[in-house]
């Protein structure tokens, strides 16, 4: 039985090889290889709260959100960048 192995090419060169990793399993080996380069996931809850902020800023315009709930959201937010940061 063979091994699977998967490589990151860019312009023809080659960025990251699994050569000697020899996956048994080629699903395996396709999930590695999808998820390499994924964002980890302090980024993802970053690139979350930005989108929060946004909608927030949104709402605030739009709705007339109070700016007193507005600033509380804020902490809260904040709160999380916080524990991301450690």
């Known amino acids: 039985m063979g091994w699977y192995e998967w490589r990151i090419l860019e312009d023809g060169k080659i960025l990251h090889d699994t050569r ?3 996956y048994d399993s080629p699903g395996i080996a ?3 290889a999808l998820n390499y380069d994924a964002p980890t996931e302090a980024v993802q ?3 979350d709260l930005a ?3 946004t909608a927030l800023c949104n709402e605030r315009r739009h709705k007339g959100l109070p700016l007193t709930e507005l600033a509380a959201r ?3 937010l904040a709160v ?3 524990r991301l940061a450690r």
Request: net charge positive.
């Open 20 to 22: 000697r990793a020899r």
């Open 30 to 32: 396709l999930r590695d």
């Open 45 to 47: 809850e970053l690139h």
């Open 51 to 53: 989108h929060l902020v």
């Open 74 to 76: 804020a902490r809260q």
């Open 80 to 82: 999380r960048v916080t």
